[in-house]
């Protein structure tokens, strides 16, 4: 089965500017989650969908950030104007939609704002 | 919300000695328990998973304890190898959302 792509795997930017990744969850897979991982620290959830409906986005910060997942397969995050902390590396994550279910992630996007 | 705190940050056993790592959440609805393995440049991967129904649980090497009382879980890896050496995250979720620890760096020494 293939797993979570995403893609680039990496990204240099210049604070201000804007960037977008993408995601294709494992076929089938009803949710989805992004989360950001900071060098050092665990992963923190920024949204999670279900199918194409939002589910949680507490921790999105939302004047800057946004996500969408369009007809509930691949989904995009946006950074505009990226700041120089959000240097992090961008986790995609997809799972079955019961509670409790495995979470598989993706290789991640290495993000790093100069 | 959730909060999930882990220790040691850091841990470096010799080869073949047992490693345990340790963490509490503090929301005591959440029901399910993933210990995730992250080797460097890589990706978080599942290493083994408790439910709140369940005090322990093993897989060869690997075993989890849950005190749901006392709000805590513990990661136990006997005979450690040097592939163990990576960076072990707890999580804490109640339906789908995880929260995570911040990480417990692994070093198993040959």
């Known amino acids: 089965e293939a797993g979570v792509a995403q893609s680039p795997r990496y990204k240099i930017i210049e604070k201000r500017q804007s960037v977008a990744f993408w995601c294709n969850p494992i076929?089938?897979?009803?949710?989805l989650y992004w989360y950001q991982q900071i060098l050092g620290q665990g992963p923190k959830l920024l949204i999670q969908?279900?199918?194409?409906?939002?589910?949680?986005d507490s921790q999105l910060p939302k004047d800057r950030f946004s996500a969408e997942r369009l007809k509930g397969v691949d989904s995009t995050l946006k950074i505009q104007p990226a700041k120089l902390e959000d240097s992090a590396v961008y986790l995609c994550?997809?799972?079955?939609?019961?509670?409790?279910?495995?979470?598989?992630f993706g290789p991640g996007t290495r993000l790093t704002v100069t | 919300g959730e909060n999930v705190e882990q220790h040691p940050s850091t841990l470096s056993v010799q080869e073949g000695d047992s490693a345990v790592i340790k963490c509490t959440y503090s929301?005591?609805?959440?029901?399910?328990f993933p210990w995730y393995k992250q080797e460097l440049g890589k990706r978080p991967q599942l290493i083994i998973d408790?439910?709140?129904?369940?005090g322990e649980k093993k897989d060869q090497r690997i075993a989890v304890t849950l005190n749901k009382t006392a709000k805590h879980f513990s990661l136990h890896i006997t005979e450690t190898q040097p592939e163990d050496s990576a960076v072990y995250f707890c999580?804490?979720?109640?339906?789908?959302?995880?929260?995570f620890g911040g990480g417990t760096r692994l070093m198993v020494k040959p």
């Open positions: 999580a804490a979720s109640k339906g789908n959302m995880l929260t």
């Open positions: 929301d005591s609805a959440s029901n399910y």
């Open positions: 994550a997809s799972s079955l939609v019961a509670a409790g279910r495995e979470q598989y």
């Open positions: 076929s089938g897979h009803a949710t």
């Open positions: 969908f279900q199918n194409n409906g939002v589910v949680d």
């Open positions: 408790i439910r709140s129904n369940v």
